[in-house]
């Protein structure tokens, strides 16, 4: 799998946010079972987690505070699932921020530079080729994160109509995930969130990475992936940096082969574009061109 450097860094980053959501989730099932250990339901909660730094903090009963973990899913999927797609956004602005560099693979946009619409966003990135599963439920996902943002959470007519609209295959998918449909009473109210769709929404942006990391693979030439291989490792830290721009080693020898920089661009090619095979003389033009 190429892994060029804003697919990287998201990997990253949806790594630490996915272990943060189940050390909270780890936390809060043992807290709440201590509650139910308790010996009388009035004993004051900070009493039984007083090992737990910060518990003096939480002056209810234990009964009390059994409900407050039950509730803790809830209120953690209205703050998970935007942070995730924040990451995902984050993303599809990277993959654009680096085809950009080479003109014609990313559509111009009529609104003012640098600023995009997240749906026009996901479209670029989809480089033409048709939406697939993860495409839909990223839909879906996107806009259930708008009415936490916007509407209190709440189910609205424009959300309700996105699940009921979504393909038989991404509904099915969604409910693989989550172990349930999205399930909600009516326009107007919550829904039903919790651990099963904050986990859901991690599998469906991961997905749709992978997705992305492939289009951008078929969307660039060999000349371009060398640009980005080189870019990528002469940013990557501020050695990369330094070491981009040395000169080439000497010795009275010439050849791509024999300069230091392409030597370790193609250790960096090795690690994270293995698929590509990029040859020397490719990693040398790529250099060439992003001095």
């Not at 996915?18 to 250990?37: P, Y």
């Not at 003012?112 to 480089?127: A, Y």
Request: aromatic share 6%.
């Amino acid at each position: 799998m190429i892994q060029y450097s804003a697919f990287r860094t998201w990997q990253a980053m949806q790594k630490r946010s996915n272990n943060s959501i189940l050390a909270l989730s780890v936390g809060a099932n043992h807290a709440r079972r201590e509650m139910d250990q308790a010996p009388d339901p009035e004993v004051r909660a900070r009493m039984l987690l007083n090992a737990v730094p910060l518990t003096e903090r939480l002056d209810v009963t234990a009964a009390e505070a059994t409900k407050i973990f039950d509730s803790a899913a809830t209120d953690m999927a209205f703050l998970a699932i935007p942070q995730v797609m924040a990451l995902h956004i984050e993303l599809c602005v990277e993959t654009i921020v680096e085809c950009q560099h080479f003109p014609g693979r990313i559509k111009e946009q009529d609104n003012e530079p640098g600023w995009w619409k997240v749906p026009l966003l996901q479209k670029t990135v989809r480089f033409g080729e048709h939406k697939t599963t993860a495409d839909h439920l990223l839909d879906f996902i996107l806009k259930l994160r708008n009415t936490m943002m916007h509407g209190a959470g709440k189910v609205d007519e424009d959300l309700e109509k996105v699940w009921k609209n979504l393909p038989p295959a991404a509904k099915a998918r969604w409910q693989g995930l989550a172990g349930r449909a999205f399930t909600y009473q009516k326009v107007g109210v919550l829904p039903i969130l919790g651990w099963p769709e904050i986990m859901a929404t991690l599998a469906v942006t991961k997905e749709s990475a992978h997705e992305m990391n492939g289009r951008v693979l078929r969307a660039l030439t060999r000349a371009q992936w060398a640009e980005v291989i080189a870019r990528d490792y002469r940013d990557a830290t501020a050695v990369g940096r330094r070491r981009f721009n040395a000169a080439p080693a000497g010795h009275g020898l010439s050849g791509p082969e024999q300069d230091r920089v392409v030597q370790r661009l193609q250790g960096h090619a090795m690690t994270y574009y293995r698929d590509l095979a990029m040859t020397p003389v490719e990693l040398k033009a790529g250099r060439d061109a992003v001095r």
